[in-house]
Protein backbone atom coordinates (compact mmCIF):
# COMPACT_ATOMS: atom_id res chain seq x y z
CA UNK A 1 0.00 0.00 0.00
CA UNK A 2 2.75 2.55 0.27
CA UNK A 3 4.42 2.03 -2.49
CA UNK A 4 1.31 2.14 -4.45
CA UNK A 5 0.82 5.66 -2.48
CA UNK A 6 4.56 6.98 -3.22
CA UNK A 7 4.16 6.11 -6.45
CA UNK A 8 1.10 8.17 -6.65
CA UNK A 9 2.96 10.93 -4.99
CA UNK A 10 5.82 10.88 -7.21
CA UNK A 11 2.90 10.84 -10.36
CA UNK A 12 1.26 13.96 -8.83
CA UNK A 13 4.85 15.98 -8.58
CA UNK A 14 5.96 15.07 -12.15
CA UNK A 15 2.50 16.23 -13.45
CA UNK A 16 2.82 19.40 -11.98
CA UNK A 17 6.09 20.08 -12.56
CA UNK A 18 4.75 19.21 -16.54
CA UNK A 19 2.13 21.94 -16.33
CA UNK A 20 4.97 24.45 -14.67
CA UNK A 21 6.96 23.93 -17.14
CA UNK A 22 4.36 24.92 -19.60
CA UNK A 23 3.23 27.75 -18.02
CA UNK A 24 6.63 29.14 -17.88
CA UNK A 25 7.45 28.45 -21.70
CA UNK A 26 4.19 30.61 -22.21
CA UNK A 27 5.74 33.50 -20.28
CA UNK A 28 9.22 33.09 -21.75
CA UNK A 29 8.04 33.72 -25.24
CA UNK A 30 5.08 36.29 -24.04
CA UNK A 31 8.36 38.33 -22.63
CA UNK A 32 10.62 37.83 -26.08
CA UNK A 33 7.71 38.87 -27.71
CA UNK A 34 7.47 42.13 -25.43
CA UNK A 35 10.74 42.67 -25.87
CA UNK A 36 10.78 42.85 -29.92
CA UNK A 37 7.76 45.09 -29.73
CA UNK A 38 9.43 47.59 -27.43
CA UNK A 39 12.32 47.09 -29.15
CA UNK A 40 10.98 48.16 -32.20
CA UNK A 41 9.18 51.05 -30.76
CA UNK A 42 12.21 52.23 -28.85
CA UNK A 43 13.66 52.00 -32.66
CA UNK A 44 11.05 53.69 -34.23
CA UNK A 45 11.09 56.83 -31.17
CA UNK A 46 14.31 57.10 -31.70
CA UNK A 47 13.56 58.12 -35.84
CA UNK A 48 10.53 59.72 -35.50
CA UNK A 49 12.05 62.36 -32.83
CA UNK A 50 15.35 62.82 -35.02
CA UNK A 51 17.14 61.83 -31.59
CA UNK A 52 16.12 61.17 -28.16
CA UNK A 53 16.58 63.17 -24.86
CA UNK A 54 18.12 62.14 -21.38
CA UNK A 55 17.29 63.49 -17.77
CA UNK A 56 19.19 63.52 -14.90
CA UNK A 57 17.17 62.40 -11.77
CA UNK A 58 19.28 64.81 -9.53
CA UNK A 59 19.36 68.15 -11.63
CA UNK A 60 16.24 69.48 -13.39
CA UNK A 61 18.64 69.93 -17.21
CA UNK A 62 18.30 67.29 -20.02
CA UNK A 63 20.36 66.60 -22.69
CA UNK A 64 19.19 65.90 -26.40
CA UNK A 65 21.02 63.57 -28.61
CA UNK A 66 20.65 64.20 -32.07
CA UNK A 67 20.41 61.86 -34.61
CA UNK A 68 23.98 61.08 -35.92
CA UNK A 69 25.19 60.32 -32.48
CA UNK A 70 21.34 58.65 -31.55
CA UNK A 71 22.24 55.86 -34.34
CA UNK A 72 24.11 53.89 -31.89
CA UNK A 73 21.06 53.32 -29.50
CA UNK A 74 18.83 53.08 -32.67
CA UNK A 75 21.02 50.39 -33.65
CA UNK A 76 21.32 48.83 -30.36
CA UNK A 77 17.48 48.31 -30.28
CA UNK A 78 17.13 47.01 -33.83
CA UNK A 79 20.01 44.66 -32.61
CA UNK A 80 17.88 43.83 -29.50
CA UNK A 81 14.66 43.33 -31.70
CA UNK A 82 15.93 41.46 -34.49
CA UNK A 83 17.32 38.65 -32.27
CA UNK A 84 14.29 38.15 -30.28
CA UNK A 85 11.89 38.03 -33.64
CA UNK A 86 14.77 35.39 -35.05
CA UNK A 87 14.26 33.58 -31.51
CA UNK A 88 10.53 33.52 -31.94
CA UNK A 89 11.23 32.37 -35.61
CA UNK A 90 13.50 29.31 -34.28
CA UNK A 91 11.00 28.20 -32.04
CA UNK A 92 8.09 28.17 -34.03
CA UNK A 93 10.95 25.91 -36.65
CA UNK A 94 9.71 28.57 -39.69
CA UNK A 95 10.78 27.74 -42.73
CA UNK A 96 12.47 29.85 -45.50
CA UNK A 97 9.01 31.12 -46.39
CA UNK A 98 8.12 32.28 -43.28
CA UNK A 99 11.64 33.89 -42.23
CA UNK A 100 11.19 36.25 -45.63
CA UNK A 101 7.83 37.03 -44.73
CA UNK A 102 8.43 37.91 -41.22
CA UNK A 103 11.44 39.78 -42.27
CA UNK A 104 9.50 41.89 -44.72
CA UNK A 105 6.61 42.50 -42.82
CA UNK A 106 9.45 43.46 -39.56
CA UNK A 107 10.78 46.07 -42.43
CA UNK A 108 7.53 47.52 -42.90
CA UNK A 109 5.90 47.57 -39.97
CA UNK A 110 9.10 49.44 -38.48
CA UNK A 111 8.69 51.76 -41.79
CA UNK A 112 4.99 52.23 -41.23
CA UNK A 113 5.73 52.95 -37.27
CA UNK A 114 7.92 55.67 -38.14
CA UNK A 115 5.76 57.49 -39.90
CA UNK A 116 3.00 57.31 -37.58
CA UNK A 117 5.04 58.41 -34.90
CA UNK A 118 6.39 61.42 -37.35
CA UNK A 119 2.76 62.19 -37.68
CA UNK A 120 1.56 61.65 -34.22
CA UNK A 121 4.67 63.72 -32.24
Do not use: D, H
Not at 4 to 9: A, K, V
Not at 77 to 96: C, G, H, P, R, Y
Amino acid sequence: MQNLSESFGWFLLIRLQEEQSAIMRQAQIASVIALALLGMVGMCLIFAEQGFTTSSKRTNWSVFVPLPQAYIMAGIMFALSSIAVLWLLQEAKANLLGYAVTIAAYILASIFLTELLIKWL
